[in-house]
């Protein structure tokens, strides 16, 4: 079997840093300003540093330059390609046949990634792509396995695959909406999506004969988030997707915490890793169970294994975990008072988990000491008020910089 490569989001250059600590091949991060996620676009300098750190450590780095430009962006889309090409990124990741074509042009020595933007749903497509420059297809995530295996038999060996394995599902169509353009002037094709399909909604309905008259249509505690979907999660499917012989499983998420692609990385890298050594007994219950650790919505498989599966509307309307929380990111070790960056409220006697890197067993302790990071006193608990709070805390193990810790609640 091809061992797949696992690819990650990086809506920064620290989030590079965590999400090849614990255990991604690569990354994908946006342009500065011509990406699909705007909030998470990496700067010059940071994506500038961001491939650098990468090849120094043998790891790969996709750059996003995925949105659908109009006229007058233009030039700032040549800019950007002119600097990628520079840059030597090991891929760009396009989806207008306007933009790819100024990439040929500007950016002929990095390699063209087809979006899943683009809606590449057969084998008729992906080899459409290939005759026009592109080394990588990203599948749309409305495919099932059997078309997924039609696609990967039936195109070129020298065009790779990639898919995506979880992360939030888009109501539009391989993220091709215009629903938070027409209700909050916000483009989702221009990066800028406002999310409108999470909002609630309230729906009335209006008598014929008496204009005026709304009547709300009566809800449940599950009926008010209508276009919401469930995040999608193929880890119990990993042992059939590497069988499929696809070569990158991608995981979704440029906004997301330093603490969720440490959690969803980590597991994803060790499933892919005892899948490929012992194939036969590859238990994803373990898996899941750290998983659910996470701050999420609820999980679907979305289309993976039944196209007529309508698992996937997700009613609660919101990201939580009632367990677990971010609790921190270690600044620096000492046998005695590691200093650690504050993300969640922590207080004597909490109960902390560290993520290890490469292992999916995390090690839990209780919190017996905290100290002031700038005075040294001793504290019973410390609050994540201002961004960079930290504390001194002594940590039961030997731990490195960035491994991150969650709290349980």
């Not at 994506?47 to 233009?74: C, E, P, Q, R």
């Not at 030597?88 to 990439?103: E, K």
């Not at 330093?258 to 994803?284: G, H, K, T, W």
């Not at 990111?329 to 004597?348: A, G, H, M, P, T």
């Amino acid at each position: 079997m091809k061992k797949p490569e696992l690819l990650a989001p990086a809506g920064s250059f620290d989030k590079a840093k965590i999400a090849f600590l614990y255990g991604a091949d690569a990354v994908y991060v946006g342009t500065s300003s011509l990406s699909l996620r705007s909030r998470a676009a990496v700067q010059d300098e940071d994506l500038a540093n961001t491939i650098k750190y990468a090849h120094s450590i043998g790891k790969k780095v996709y750059v996003a330059l995925n949105i659908y430009a109009w006229d007058n962006m233009y030039d700032e889309v040549r800019k950007q390609a002119k600097m990628l090409e520079e840059l030597r990124p090991d891929g760009i990741i396009a989806s207008d046949g306007g933009v790819i074509d100024i990439l040929k042009e500007e950016a002929p020595h990095v390699d063209i990634h087809i979006s899943t933007q683009a809606n590449v749903v057969s084998a008729h497509t992906a080899n459409f792509w290939y005759k026009n420059g592109a080394k990588r297809v990203i599948l749309a995530r409305e495919l099932d396995k059997n078309q997924i295996k039609e696609i990967v038999e039936t195109t070129p060996k020298d065009l790779e695959v990639e898919m995506f394995v979880h992360g939030a599902l888009c109501f539009g169509y391989s993220g091709r909406c215009f629903l938070s353009d027409f209700l909050s002037s916000r483009s989702a094709n221009l990066g800028d999506c406002a999310q409108s399909c999470r909002w609630a909604y309230n729906v009335y309905v209006e008598e014929a004969n008496n204009p005026g008259n709304l009547m709300p249509v009566e809800h449940d505690e599950k009926g008010t988030y209508i276009f919401s979907s469930k995040d999608l999660c193929l880890i119990k499917e990993i042992p059939e997707i590497i069988e499929l012989g696809v070569d990158s499983l991608k995981i979704e998420g440029r906004l997301k915490t330093e603490y969720y692609l440490a959690s969803v990385i980590n597991v994803y890298r060790n499933a892919i890793d005892d899948c490929m050594n012992n194939p036969q007994n590859y238990d994803a219950s373990k898996y899941m169970s750290e998983l659910e650790k996470v701050k999420t919505r609820s999980l679907t498989t979305f289309y993976f294994n039944d196209r007529n599966n309508k698992d996937f509307q997700e009613y609660e309307g919101k990201q939580y975990n009632p367990d677990y929380e971010f609790g921190g990111k270690i600044i620096s070790y000492d046998k005695e008072k590691s200093l650690l960056e504050v993300k969640n409220r922590l207080k004597i006697g909490d109960i902390l988990e560290v993520l290890i890197p490469g292992k999916l067993e995390s090690y839990s302790f209780s919190i017996d000491k905290l100290w002031d990071s700038e005075t040294d006193e001793e504290i019973s608990q410390v609050n994540p008020g201002k961004a960079g709070q930290t504390v001194k805390i002594h940590i039961p193990i030997k731990v490195e910089k960035d491994w991150i810790l969650r709290r349980k609640k």
